[in-house]
């Protein structure tokens, strides 16, 4: 079973970078398409980011324009998010995800519980 775990938020100045980091214990990380999706206070979740499982397709929600960069590590099951650029709307718990079928539309089975992400103006 994969159970992702994720780390790195925190408060930055706008205009700031923050990298989040993804990791899993699973044996089976590269099977797993991942994702990265966001929350803010009332507010419905919302898709940021997906990587497929080899690394080298990605796709990215439009607001994100070229200041996000998904990657990962298969080696060290784990995935990353380097978001540069930071705007005060980017503040919002950041959710982890993972999916054999999965992709920018959805299909993800495992979540984390999240890491907070606070933009300040």
């Known amino acids: 079973q994969v159970q992702p775990v994720e780390s790195g938020g925190g408060l930055v100045q706008a205009g700031g970078s923050l990298r989040l980091s993804c990791t899993t214990s699973?044996?089976?990380?590269?099977?797993?398409?991942m994702g990265w999706f966001r929350q803010a206070p009332g507010k419905e979740r919302e898709f940021v980011a997906c990587?497929?499982?080899?690394?080298?397709?990605?796709v990215y929600a439009g607001f994100v324009k070229g200041r996000f960069i998904i990657s990962r590590e298969n080696a060290k099951n784990t995935v990353y998010l380097q978001m540069n650029s930071l705007k005060p709307e980017d503040t919002a718990v950041y959710y982890c995800a993972a999916g054999r079928a999965a992709w920018a539309s959805g299909g993800y089975d495992y979540w984390g519980q999240g890491t907070q992400v606070t933009v300040s103006s």
């Open positions: 699973s044996r089976t990380f590269s099977d797993y398409n």
């Open positions: 990587i497929h499982r080899s690394g080298g397709s990605s």
